[in-house]
């Protein structure tokens, strides 16, 4: 079992920048690959980015590539998401999720990968 946390949701002006964070707790962190997702109001639950489990590979949804980083950090049970050059679409609840069944390479992107959630963190991106 892991339990996943987010923060550094909020307000922020179009072109603005947001930092999220996701803590997990537990001490097998290094063995679950990370993603982020996003729901909107009224749409469905969407993959945005992803990283295995040593960090080496990442992926992200063609919407924000150029613009969102996905990183963690392993010693701190951290997976973050800095989101740069926001825009009024981004705006969403904004979801961590941990796959403990990935492979060392593996960047999952299907919601059904991912057993474990957290509860969620809004972001609204202003005009």
């Known amino acids: 079992q892991v339990q996943l946390v987010e923060s550094g949701g909020g307000l922020v002006q179009a072109g603005g920048s947001l930092r999220l964070s996701c803590a997990a707790s537990?001490?097998?962190?290094?063995?679950?690959?990370m993603g982020w997702f996003r729901q909107a109001p009224g749409k469905e639950r969407e993959f945005v980015a992803g990283?295995?489990?040593?960090?080496?590979?990442?992926t992200y949804v063609d919407s924000v590539k150029g613009r969102f980083t996905i990183s963690r950090d392993n010693a701190k049970n951290t997976v973050y998401l800095q989101m740069n050059s926001l825009k009024p679409e981004d705006t969403a609840v904004y979801y961590c999720?941990?796959?403990?069944?990935?492979?060392?390479?593996?960047?999952?992107?299907?919601?059904?990968?991912?057993?474990?959630w957290g509860q969620g963190t809004q972001v609204t991106v202003s005009s």
């Open positions: 999720a941990a796959d403990p069944k990935a492979s060392v390479v593996t960047v999952p992107t299907t919601l059904r990968r991912y057993s474990y």
């Open positions: 990283i295995s489990r040593s960090g080496g590979a990442t």
């Open positions: 537990g001490r097998t962190f290094s063995s679950y690959a």
